[in-house]
């Protein structure tokens, strides 16, 4: 019996994976909201790290970091692909992005949870920041980890 394999990866922006990744937020972020990416949006990413986890070779979960200053980076865009939710993928995910960020200089993640999101991060020793706020028609909230 094969035991499944697990592989992260940082994914080239603009290549065949980055297309799929494209096609996973969409289908867990966007549409389910009655969002479509644009053009210009996607253009600006080119400066942004494309992080994915594989699941035998599947794309199972992708998120996109974005730096900022002083050593801060913003995750955002997380998601794992409804097949593959509650199998503890996302906390696979993020525990690697946590690595990786680390590994390249950043000393602190920021993000925007869903209200839907925020135990999730909590569990993950983020803390919340601020007040509640709107972003795409669903409450979020500031979070931040120091890594």
Known sequence: MQ??????????????MYDLSIALRDKIL???????FQAEDLAME?????????YNGDLAACLVLSPKLD?????????????????????????ECERFCTQNGY???????RDTAVEF???????VEGEPFQEVGIKHLKMYKTI
């Open 30 to 36: 966007r549409k389910p909201l009655g969002l479509e």
């Open 46 to 54: 080119y400066q942004d790290y494309h992080l994915a986890l594989l």
């Open 71 to 95: 050593g801060e980076i913003k995750m955002r865009q997380v998601a794992v692909d409804d097949h593959y939710q509650s199998r503890g993928l996302g906390t696979v995910l993020v525990g």
């Open 121 to 127: 991060y909590k569990k993950m020793n983020y803390s």
């Open 107 to 113: 000393k602190k993640i920021v993000l925007n949870a």
């Open 3 to 16: 035991k499944d394999k697990l592989e992260f990866l940082e994914i080239e922006f603009m290549t065949p």
